[in-house]
């Protein structure tokens, strides 16, 4: 699946097989994301401490997560 319109639509899906599929597609496409706006925080400057907040989760967490990338 490669529309997140259509993605999205299918998570929904009666169909077990159709749902998880979508399902797996969505939480790939949210961890690229979520790694993209790291990556662009850092890069201006935003702390562990901030982005763990806006991502409510903690500074530990975050920092674990995406240090080895180098950020």
């Not at 969505?26 to 991502?55: K, P």
Request: hydrophobic share 40%.
């Amino acid at each position: 699946m490669t529309d997140a319109t259509s993605v999205a639509a299918a998570a929904s899906s009666r169909d077990p097989a159709v749902g998880l599929v979508a399902v797996a597609s969505l939480r790939g496409l949210l961890e690229s994301l979520e790694e993209l706006q790291v990556r662009n925080a850092r890069d201006q400057g935003w702390s562990w401490q901030q982005i763990a907040e806006v991502l409510q989760v903690s500074k530990q967490a975050v920092h674990k997560k995406y240090r080895r990338y180098g950020y």
